[in-house]
T-cell receptor, first 112, second 112 residues
Framework: DAGVTQSPTHLIKTRGQQVTLRCSPK?????VSWYQQALGQGPQFIFQ???????QRGNFPDRFSGHQFPNYSSELNVNALLLGDSALYLC???????????FGEGSRLTVL | GQSLEQPSEVTAVEGAIVQINCTYQ??????LSWYQQHDGGAPTFLSY????GLEETGRFSSFLSRSDSYGYLLLQELQMKDSASYFC?????????????FGKGTKLSVIP
């Protein structure tokens, strides 16, 4: 049983560019959350998707957007990249009932 | 808003016991979770406390006091592989969804 998978694992962009990160949830999970983790910090909640809709959003600007597909996979898009967007982006899935989060290994984004 | 406080670093000797404390301030508190993250790895779930008291899972135990807004993670019989960052995370319910707010993490170093 595959866990949460994310792609790409590493990527480098320049300021002003756009990036798309992808996530496949653990089998049987229908809820996907995205987190940003800066170096030496805890993960910060970006947003959560359920039934293809954004269910809750953290304190992130509109440059951060997402999508969930009918197969529950998800994308995170970041437009007009800033140097401060450099971080590890973590995807986490969970079943619709309350429970623990299962995290992927993350996509490490470097903005130059 | 929500805030969590935990020590930034802890060092302990192999075979010993270590306690990592977490205090929180939040509205609509639902429960306290603990996650472990090795350098370069994904956060992995350790425990969840919704009610006051102690939860034990093998060498790890977690405690919650809702009246004191306080919890701790207890690691016994420390092993070198326990060297990692440990995050407490508060779960609160809002707008019908579930979001985890993470602390900044405690870096545990286990020494021989």
């Amino acid at each position: 049983d595959a866990g949460v998978t994310q792609s790409p694992t590493h990527l480098i962009k320049t300021r002003g560019q756009q990036v798309t990160l992808r996530c496949s949830p653990k089998s049987g999970h229908d809820t996907v959350s995205w987190y940003q983790q800066a170096l030496g910090q805890g993960p910060q909640f970006i947003f959560q998707y359920y039934e293809e809709e954004e269910r809750q959003r953290g304190n992130f600007p509109d440059r951060f957007s997402g999508h969930q597909f009918p197969n529950y996979s998800s994308e995170l898009n970041v437009n007009a990249l800033l140097l401060g967007d450099s971080a590890l982006y973590l995807c986490a899935s969970s079943p619709s009932s309350p429970g623990e989060l299962f995290f992927g290994e993350g996509s490490r984004l470097t903005v130059l | 808003g929500q805030s969590l406080e935990q020590p930034s670093e802890v060092t302990a000797v192999e075979g010993a016991i270590v306690q990592i404390n977490c205090t929180y301030q939040t509205s609509g508190f639902y429960g306290l979770s603990w996650y472990q993250q090795h350098d370069g790895g994904a956060p992995t779930f350790l425990s969840y406390n919704a009610l006051d008291g102690l939860e034990e899972t093998g060498r790890f135990s977690s405690f919650l006091s809702r009246s004191d807004s306080y919890g701790y993670l207890l690691l016994q019989e420390l092993q070198m592989k326990d060297s990692a960052s440990y995050f407490c995370a508060v779960r609160f319910e809002g707008a019908g969804s579930y979001q985890l707010t993470f602390g900044k993490g405690t870096k545990l170093s286990v020494i021989p």
